[in-house]
């Protein structure tokens, strides 16, 4: 099986930062692209920041600037930077990869998966 392990969630006041971790474990033969998403009450969940297995990156317009999406593929892990956090930025925050799962006796021998983790709640106090 294939997971994904998130912290670095917590409480701060607003101005403050904080470093959202996501690693993945299970046999996995690639990790492409790798991401946050937040799920705000009565709405769709929403994109906050991407990155490709290349490293190119995406962000929200309301965390541009203040977060930061980066990887360390030597660790299965992407990190979310989150600084000069906003009241409006609470919310529970999901991990999510895109991988390709080992299936070494199968043809082709991977198998496409789209993995989320179990959300981390980031609360930011005015």
């Known amino acids: 099986q294939v997971q994904l392990a998130e912290s670095g969630g917590g409480s701060v006041q607003a101005g403050g930062s904080l470093r959202l971790s996501c690693a993945v474990s299970g046999s996995i033969s690639r990790i492409n692209t790798m991401g946050w998403y937040r799920q705000p009450l009565g709405r769709q969940r929403e994109l906050v920041a991407t990155i490709t297995s290349g490293d190119s990156t995406m962000y929200a317009d309301s965390v541009n600037g203040r977060f930061t999406i980066s990887r360390d593929n030597a660790k299965n892990t992407a990190y979310l930077q989150m600084n000069s956090l906003k009241p409006e930025d609470t919310d529970v925050y999901l991990c999510?990869?895109?991988?390709?799962?080992?299936?070494?006796?199968?043809?082709?021998?991977?198998?496409?998966?789209?993995?989320w983790g179990q959300g981390t709640l980031v609360t930011v106090s005015s």
């Open positions: 999510y990869a895109d991988v390709l799962v080992r299936r070494p006796y199968e043809i082709p021998g991977y198998r496409p998966l789209e993995v």
